[in-house]
Every structure is written in structure tokens, then in C-alpha cells.
């Protein structure tokens, strides 16, 4: 059984689109989950989320976590074609630092 | 500034082949992990260092593959006797902290023919 669950899988949209990608995870010692974007390459940092209810923002994307429903969403807003890629969400657990990824969520933004 | 470096970025190997993938940290960085990641799934953990100790080896797939960081500082992913299942990106990641953010590398595509 997955333990990040990430949807959709895949998405597009058109240019100035809004879109919302979400990423459920496992509660068990949870510490922290966060955002990567990984085009063709390696996977950049975009967020870590520690506390509930708290928006991190970054220019045109933001993210937010629920540890009561156990879930986080990146929203990208006034999207652009440069926003193609995949959206990865990763949680850490006490015990290890290792990273559990989810499959990813790959966004096709049109213009 | 540099970033975390990887080598080689593509590698063909025989199946039965040796392979050694190389990892050069962000200057500094105390944690050092090891991904694999295959065609169109998330980087799955294979093992990480805390300076030059091995703290968690439970994600490498089987007794052939070996991961090694002596001084702390560059690590080498080594696997033995190749076989097709192994093709996949290997990612190699860094951290400055304890749980701090990972920055990850470019990864080296292996193709096990």
C-alpha cells in the first residue's frame, strides 16, 4: 500500500489556468512533507510543511498542510508554460530522514 | 554556487557487468542520500549517510548493490553483476542539517542491456 498518494496523476491545463494538486500521506512519527518539481532533471525544492494551516508562498505557487486530515495541496496560480513538469510530494518520518516519494502528478500547461 | 554533482550522467552496461556511480555532496553537507527512480514513478529510497556513517541501508534492493562515503564527503553507489532490473535513474541528494531540505542532483541514467 502507497503511503503518499498523490492526484491527479496527470493534468492540462491552459495558460492562466489555476490548478490545485493534491498529496495524502501516512501519519504514523510524520515530521514533514514537502514539494519537489522535477523536469527533465533533478528534482528542485519548492516547499517544506511542518505546521498545520500554515500557507507557505512562493511568487505564483503556494502549499498548505492538514495534519487533521492528513493531506497537502500546491496550488499554482496564473500558470505558465514553464510550470510543465512533474510535481512531486515526499513525506519524512521520525526514525530516518530518507524521503517516501509519491508517483507524482505531471502537469501539461498549453498555451 | 555548485550544486550536488553526479557522474557518469549516462552509464550502458552489460548485464552481469559491475557498475560505480559517483556523488559529490554540496560542500558542507552533512547527509547524503541515495534515490532510484524509475520511468514514470517517484524516487524510491535505497540508503543514506550521516558524514560517514551508514544510518539507514534499508531501501537497497539486494546484497549487489553497495554504498559507500569513507571521508564524509563524495560516495560512491556500486553495484555488482548488473541485471535489467537495475535500469533506472539513480538520484543522489544533500543536506546541510538533521531533516533539512534535500537538494538533489541530475542523476545518472543506467541502461542494463
Known amino acids: 500500500e502507497d503511503k503518499v498518494v498523490q492526484s491527479p496523476l496527470s493534468l492540462v491545463v491552459h495558460e492562466g489556468d489555476t490548478v490545485t494538486l493534491n498529496c495524502s500521506y501516512e501519519v504514523t512519527n510524520f515530521r514533514s512533507l514537502l514539494w519537489y518539481k522535477q523536469e527533465k532533471k533533478a528534482p528542485t525544492f519548492l516547499f517544506m510543511l511542518?505546521?498545520?494551516?500554515i500557507e507557505k508562498k512562493s511568487g505564483r505557487l503556494s502549499s498548505i498542510l492538514d495534519k487533521k486530515e492528513l493531506f497537502s495541496i500546491l496550488n499554482i496560480t496564473a500558470t505558465q508554460t514553464g510550470d510543465s513538469a512533474v510535481y512531486l510530494c515526499a513525506e519524512t518520518q521520525g526514525g530516518s530522514e530518507k524521503l517516501v516519494f509519491g508517483k507524482g502528478t505531471k502537469l501539461t500547461v498549453n498555451p | 554556487g555548485a550544486g550536488v554533482s553526479q557522474s557518469p550522467r549516462y552509464k550502458v552496461a552489460k548485464r552481469g557487468q559491475d557498475v560505480a556511480l559517483r556523488c559529490d555532496p554540496i560542500s558542507g553537507h552533512v547527509s547524503l542520500f541515495w534515490y532510484q527512480q524509475a520511468l514514470g514513478q517517484g524516487p524510491e529510497f535505497l540508503t543514506y549517510?550521516?558524514?560517514?556513517?551508514?544510518?539507514?541501508k534499508s531501501g537497497l534492493p539486494s546484497d549487489r548493490f553497495f554504498a559507500e562515503r569513507p571521508e564524509g564527503s563524495v560516495s560512491t553507489l556500486k553495484i555488482q553483476r548488473t541485471q535489467q532490473e537495475d535500469s533506472a535513474v539513480y538520484l543522489c541528494?544533500?543536506?546541510?542539517?538533521?531533516?533539512?531540505?534535500?537538494?538533489f542532483g541530475p542523476g545518472t541514467r543506467l541502461t542494463v542491456l
Open positions: 549517510f550521516q558524514n560517514e556513517a551508514q544510518l539507514d
Open positions: 511542518t505546521s498545520s494551516g
Open positions: 541528494a544533500s543536506s546541510a542539517t538533521e531533516w533539512g531540505k534535500q537538494f
